[in-house]
């Protein structure tokens, strides 16, 4: 009886903390959780794909290459960044989410439309 | 029409008419040729005035780029665009899309350099690194002011002067044209000329002795031959007069006074008596009293000489004249043969003949409209094929 309380409980926590997750979106439950311990800000890597990529279109297409395979020639980063973060991990996210969260990525930081 | 009044020809009007088309022909051709090399030269001159601009916006867009580059560093603090009182700018992404604009400029050709517009001036240029993910950048001034003027001043001037000779040219290609056209007729004015004159003495010879032979005392038979006589040398001096007025004419001085008409009308009935009754025609007259003109009292005989001959001419037989004098003007109406309605503007034109079966050489009416254009007086034909023909001379 007591284990089947034990199990019951155990889902139950499971189902409120799938519903507090749920609550952040993939962008900041996949990158941000993440990014947010570096001492580079995310916003940085984003103008420094502006900067080099210019286009909606050009800018995420080259951040989907490099999150799904990641190399020291691809990145945008200086080589000091580099060497002191090491070159990060391929993502294990699917096709459909990491596109979901780069366009979320993108949204948060684009010029278009924050202009004066 | 200058050229055509020196040389004093009375063209034909379907001659007239080639060489109007010629001219307008000759006209719209050089000033479509003159209206590209004008389009050529403000090219020309515009693409230099752009060429002068190009270092000064070349530094206003490197100020401006340089703006970009400390508003993309610190982005997420500051997002104004930096704007500038000389200039306008905007910025395009890779993809052309706008980022932002101050242009008035709704369209922008990103792939041109430089170029004009609505009297500005809009320069672009890539940049070297996209800040703020711009890759073109394009600067809006208004063009200097008036930089035109001087083009338009320029282009009026020389297209002028160009113009100018060519009209002379053309003056020359239509002395060309026309030459052929003139010599006929001199050729013709000479040939009549010559004639005449071998043609004077013998004709008056005819007539004085006509004139001497005393009618009365010959028989009916021999009477009626003379008079026939009488009236084909009439006929041949009328010519005679008609030829010397057309080709002395220039030369001739008038010798104006003041003329009853009635008494001339009379006379000159009087004088074509003999061919009225020839050819059975009837002639009613309806003519005041005291009323002149001052004008050269040949002229005037040879004017109603003119039309009468032709209300005879082409009258039929048994026909009717009707003669009116009024202080209006004179109007002779006949019942012949009439014109056709679409030749009545050619009347006047020297040689034209609309019956060759009559005699003469189309030259009657064109001595009418001189003598008439001499003391302004006004011509008007009214006429109806097959009914007659109503001349109104009015003054």
């Excluded at chain 1, 990145?75 to 990060?88: A, E, H, T, V």
């Amino acid at each position: 009886m007591r284990e089947n309380f034990m199990v019951k409980h155990i889902l139950f926590l499971l189902v409120i903390g799938s519903i507090c997750c749920a609550k952040q979106n993939v962008y900041e439950q996949n990158c941000l959780s993440c990014h947010k311990e570096l001492a580079v800000k995310i916003d940085k890597f984003f103008y420094r794909y502006l900067l080099k990529y210019s286009s909606e279109v050009e800018v995420k297409k080259a951040m989907i290459a490099y999150l799904k395979n990641p190399k020291k020639d691809t990145s945008i980063l200086q080589d000091g960044l580099i060497q002191r973060f090491g070159i990060k991990k391929r993502t294990t996210l699917t096709d459909e989410k990491l596109k979901e969260s780069i366009d979320i990525y993108w949204d948060t930081y684009t010029v278009f439309g924050r202009l004066k | 029409m200058l050229a055509l009044k020196n040389w004093d020809i009375n063209l034909r009007s379907s001659e007239k008419k080639t060489l109007w088309s010629f001219l307008l022909l000759y006209a719209f051709l050089a000033l479509l040729i003159l209206a590209f090399v004008a389009f050529l030269y403000y090219d020309l001159e515009r693409n230099l005035m752009l060429q002068n601009q190009k270092e000064s916006l070349s530094n206003l867009t490197n100020e401006q780029i340089s703006r970009l580059k400390s508003l993309h560093v610190n982005f997420e603090k500051e997002q104004t665009y930096p704007r500038d009182e000389r200039f306008n700018s905007a910025i395009y992404d890779s993809s052309l899309k706008q980022i932002f604009s101050t242009l008035h400029a709704k369209k922008v050709n990103l792939y041109e350099d430089i170029y004009l517009e609505n009297g500005r001036i809009y320069f672009i240029k890539e940049l070297e690194s996209y800040y703020l993910g711009a890759r073109y950048i394009v600067i809006e001034v208004p063009a200097p002011k008036r930089w035109d003027r001087k083009v338009y001043r320029k282009l009026l001037l020389y297209g002028g002067l160009i113009f100018g000779v060519l009209v002379v040219i053309g003056y020359f290609l239509l002395n060309l044209l026309l030459r052929p056209i003139r010599e006929t007729i001199v050729l013709l004015d000479r040939f009549i000329k010559d004639t005449t004159h071998e043609l004077n003495t013998p004709i008056n010879a005819i007539l004085s002795n006509i004139e001497m032979i005393e009618l009365e005392t010959l028989d009916s038979a021999l009477a009626k031959k003379i008079k026939r006589m009488s009236i084909a040398s009439k006929t041949i001096s009328n010519l005679y007069d008609d030829l010397t007025y057309l080709v002395l004419s220039n030369h001739m001085g008038s010798h104006d006074e003041s003329v009853d008409l009635k008494t001339l009308i009379e006379e000159r009935i009087e004088y074509f008596a003999l061919l009225l009754e020839s050819k059975k025609i009837t002639i009613s007259t309806d003519l005041q009293e005291n009323i002149t003109l001052i004008i050269d009292r040949k002229k005037m005989a040879k004017l109603i000489d003119n039309i009468l001959s032709n209300a005879i001419k082409y009258n039929t037989l048994q026909g009717s004249i009707y003669f009116s004098l009024s202080p209006e003007g004179i109007v002779i109406q006949d019942s012949g043969r009439g014109i056709e309605e679409n030749q009545i503007h050619q009347v006047f034109e020297r040689y034209t003949r609309f019956d060759r079966s009559v005699g003469g050489f189309g030259i009657g009416l064109n001595i009418v409209w001189t003598i008439a254009k001499e003391y302004s007086l006004h011509v008007k034909i009214n006429s109806q094929a097959n009914q007659g023909t109503c001349v109104k001379i009015s003054w």
